[in-house]
């Protein structure tokens, strides 16, 4: 018995001594960083045009900024045991919460964009509740996957597959009524919606019930379309952009069915990829540029990528993407060394929602998918945005003290 708690004490204490992952925090804050300063250099006609002092953004997000990078030190010293679920759960029943009472909250406490109100005015900042509601909805998935479904046979019927999936569908079916209904963000929903389906696939799930699940996706996702106006704006603003290059390639009868004439014109992806034309390989220079001049609006928040480009250029653009990726590579080795089963699934989901995020975003931008309105992870401009990534990471950081050391290799001598 005295053997037992010895052993256990021994590895408590190996868990606490064991550092997080250290290059994984210094790729997040070298983006941060960056944001901080494209926070400066993109905001220079919006601060003229509304009169703020032209620090105004660079001081809130350098704010923003140093407390995200304080959260994720603060949180890798941590034992992921004592955080983890906490924060998680919490989240996840927390601002699911807000954002069913944000519509009926009266006008002086929230923040209304595109026709829903989706941000919390508290002193001195706005909070939009979706951002962190993701870190608890990803929690929860991976903690009931583990619970419920992750060590159930794979070879079962699909009835009693969709039984046995059935209450996460209809806790993502209220998650959809919430952020696509109540708050009119259908890229969220997406952005959720592939998530659990990756997660479902870690967790032991058919093919067959991705085909059904599938299915039933894309209908959701028209139906979604269908009944909101300014969805079916976008999709037409996008069709107009590409038509004629899809069309080219399809048999001419195609032509008389898929043609739409007195299309919307694509303004801000024009001058997305005008921007990114202009940034060529090397960029204008940081502080330079035209079209973040009063022709592309939001450019420091959902078209960062752009302005970023026509500052620092292609090269830019590469550098950025591959720290961003090299972010998503260090969270997935995490995630395949570490033990825990909530914990391998939780981090897995994190680096989906790293990645989900900038793929939209990305292809947005550059007209290849419509517009979502999906912020950059840790480049765009915004507290909440940044708080929550840094928290996400934070939590990855903490995990990260738990992963089993890997196996040295060892080297076979042959005898002659």
């Known amino acids: 018995m005295y053997f037992n708690k010895t052993n256990i004490k021994s590895n408590n204490n190996q868990l606490n001594n064991k550092e997080a992952d250290y290059p994984l925090f210094i790729l997040v804050s070298v983006l941060i960083i960056s944001s901080i300063i494209f926070s400066y250099s993109l905001t220079i006609y919006t601060v003229e045009f509304f009169g703020y002092d032209q620090f105004h953004f660079f001081l809130r997000q350098g704010f923003v900024g140093l407390v995200a990078i304080f959260i994720m030190w603060y949180f890798s010293l941590i034992d992921p045991d004592k955080i983890v679920e906490k924060i998680g759960m919490s989240f996840?029943?927390?601002?699911?919460?807000?954002m069913i009472v944000m519509p009926f909250l009266p006008s002086f406490l929230v923040t209304e964009s595109g026709g829903a109100n989706r941000w919390l005015r508290l002193p001195g900042f706005s909070l939009a509740p979706?951002?962190?509601?993701k870190?608890?909805?990803?929690?929860?998935?991976?903690w009931s996957f583990h619970r419920k479904v992750i060590h159930k046979p794979k070879k079962i019927g699909l009835i009693e597959e969709v039984l046995l999936l059935a209450p996460y569908f209809f806790t993502f079916f209220i998650v959809v009524f919430v952020i696509a209904f109540l708050q009119k963000d259908l890229g969220q929903v997406v952005l959720l919606a592939i998530i659990l389906v990756v997660?479902?696939?870690f967790a032991n799930r058919s093919f067959k019930i991705f085909l059904a699940l599938g299915m039933i996706g894309i209908a959701g996702i028209?139906?979604?379309i269908i009944v909101a106006?300014?969805?079916?704006?976008?999709?037409?603003?996008?069709?107009a952009m590409v038509q004629d290059g899809i069309l080219s390639v399809l048999p001419s009868w195609a032509e008389t069915y898929l043609r739409i004439d007195d299309l919307p014109e694509p303004y801000q992806v024009s001058h997305s990829l005008n921007a990114i034309h202009n940034g060529g390989f090397f960029g204008q220079g940081v502080g330079l540029g035209d079209l973040k001049v009063g022709f592309l609006s939001e450019v420091h928040t959902d078209f960062v990528l752009a302005g970023i480009t026509e500052e620092i250029g292609l090269a830019g653009l590469m550098l950025f993407s591959t720290i961003l990726f090299l972010i998503i590579w260090r969270i997935f080795k995490i995630s395949r060394r570490v033990e825990n089963q909530i914990y391998h699934l939780f981090t897995l989901g994190i680096a989906l929602m790293i990645i989900i995020a900038f793929?939209?975003?990305s292809y947005g931008i550059s007209g290849m998918i419509p517009i979502k309105g999906i912020a950059v992870p840790l480049l765009s401009y915004g507290g909440s945005s940044m708080l929550s990534m840094a928290i996400a990471i934070g939590l990855v950081l903490s995990i990260s003290k738990s992963v089993k050391d890997e196996e040295p290799i060892k080297k076979e001598v042959k005898r002659k």
């Open 229 to 239: 106006p300014h969805r079916i704006q976008r999709i037409h603003s996008w069709w």
């Open 359 to 361: 793929l939209i975003n």
């Open 135 to 142: 870190i608890g909805f990803i929690y929860f998935l991976s």
């Open 92 to 98: 996840f029943i927390v601002f699911f919460l807000l």
């Open 199 to 201: 997660l479902l696939i």
């Open 222 to 224: 028209i139906g979604l």
């Open 130 to 133: 979706v951002e962190f509601f």
